[in-house]
């Protein structure tokens, strides 16, 4: 029997009765693998799975540990391979997918390490005696007067309750007690020795393996980004993409020639900013920009635009918009060419980053300023109540000339700083690229 698709037991849960569970994802898997999505796409709905599983699985069952591995290796499968193959080479390893993007990942929650935060929380209903069947059973039948913390596992005990005290020894110094109106109050102390109230996110956030913050996440992650542009960028950044310099080192006997001028192999320094496709695509956008030197490094841009973490700046934002959406089509333009056999030419490719561009800008709330102004004016918008307009020629019986809308998405709120957006930007960004 089932209740809102979990199934409901009076015993154990056992590998068993996942079998369904596994079984969905496989088919959900195999039926996203027939449409053919993008990597963003696969992303979001890797990341749909994960969160479903647990909102429902695992926040009533501890998911044993080979069904938490089968769900990961079916969306790690399902995340990188193309939509033709049973299996895709990951470009990522898996455990830095699935690290927050601040730390350079992509921001999934793996099943197992969620699992072991709703744990916890099970740990802290038995050790505060709350009011609930459960930890009265537990508090009665299980501990009886031993300690939970003193308590050995027996030999006939469920999997599940030896998960539960083997986790003992991870959580034991991040429980805390205050005393509140003479009751005890149970508490959790944070890796950085705060005590706060219980809460999963905090657990989980003190559980999982920390790595160091990477500068240039929000780069590429930024209120607004475009999910397919990001993903590219964020593969490009982290030197994932299969360029020809990287095919070189497997296939050492090929010879390869860059798709674009045909001089040398294509790496992500020389396809991006080296080739002279490239450079012509570049030059033209520079004209959008207030930006005039060249940079010859995806790194050094992407590092030089990272100096302004929090800067809402409608240039800052365009920079990233540029950055990202030149990398994805300029990507997309040597992939046509290789293995379509079609060709765009530069100024194609780089009007479809205007295009794209000018399209964002639509969809942003601004404050009129000099920047704002400035950005009007190079992108042939018009502001109007805080918001970037395109306004098109529109040519009357009388031939008069009138302007009209043509769309508007009204999504974010950035705050301008005009200071920030006409002086220190363009000038860091142009001594940088020197
Ligand atoms: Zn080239």
Not at 159 to 175: I, M, P, S, T
Not at 314 to 339: D, G, K, P, T
Not at 383 to 405: D, R, S
Request: hydrophobic fraction near 40%; include cysteine; proline fraction near 2%.
């Amino acid at each position: 029997m089932k209740y809102l698709g979990v199934p409901l037991l009076a015993k154990r849960l056992g590998i068993k009765d996942c079998k369904c569970l596994v079984d969905k994802v496989k088919n959900k898997v195999n039926n996203w693998k027939l449409k053919k999505l993008s990597y963003a796409g696969r992303l979001q709905l890797a990341s749909s799975v994960l969160n479903a599983m647990q909102t429902y699985w695992a926040s009533v069952y501890v998911l044993p540990y080979n069904i938490v591995k089968e769900i990961d290796k079916l969306l790690k499968g399902f995340l990188w391979a193309q939509a033709d193959s049973a299996k895709g080479k990951a470009k990522v390893a898996w455990k830095d997918v699935c690290v927050p993007k601040d730390q350079g990942g992509l921001g999934l929650r793996p099943l197992k390490d969620w699992t072991e935060t709703l744990i916890v929380k099970q740990i802290r209903r038995i050790i505060s005696k709350e009011e609930s069947l459960w930890s009265k059973w537990v508090n009665l039948i299980k501990l009886k007067c031993i300690s939970f913390w003193d308590i050995t596992a027996g030999y006939n005990d469920s999997w599940g309750w030896k998960y539960l005290l083997d986790l003992r020894d991870k959580v034991k110094h991040h429980f805390g007690s205050v005393y509140v109106n003479g009751r005890i109050k149970w508490v959790w102390i944070t890796n950085d020795g705060k005590s706060v109230p219980f809460s999963t996110h905090q657990v989980w956030k003190d559980l999982r393996v920390n790595r160091a913050k990477v500068s240039w996440w929000h780069v590429i992650w930024y209120k607004g980004f475009d999910p397919k542009h990001a993903f590219l960028l964020w593969l490009a950044v982290l030197d994932r993409l299969n360029t020809q310099e990287r095919m070189a080192k497997w296939l050492p006997n090929k010879q390869f020639s860059c798709v674009f001028c045909g001089k040398e192999k294509d790496s992500i320094k020389h396809l991006f900013f080296m080739c002279e496709f490239s450079l012509q695509v570049w030059s033209e956008l520079k004209k959008k920009l207030l930006f005039r030197g060249l940079p010859d490094k995806l790194n050094d841009i992407v590092h030089d635009l990272a100096k302004y973490p929090n800067s809402k700046s409608i240039w800052n934002v365009i920079n990233r918009m540029v950055i990202a959406a030149c990398v994805y089509l300029l990507w997309q333009e040597r992939n046509y060419r290789l293995f379509k056999k079609i060709e765009r030419d530069a100024d194609t490719v780089c009007k479809a980053v205007q295009d794209f561009v000018q399209c964002k800008l639509l969809t942003l709330k601004v404050k009129q300023n000099d920047a704002v102004n400035r950005v009007a004016e190079m992108w042939g918008l018009k502001f109007v109540n805080n918001c970037l307009f395109l306004f098109a020629e529109k040519k009357t019986a009388k031939k008069k000339t009138t302007g009209c809308k043509i769309g508007f998405i009204h999504l974010d709120d950035y705050d301008t700083d005009d200071k920030e957006d006409l002086d220190n930007i363009p000038i860091a960004l142009a001594s940088a690229f020197r």
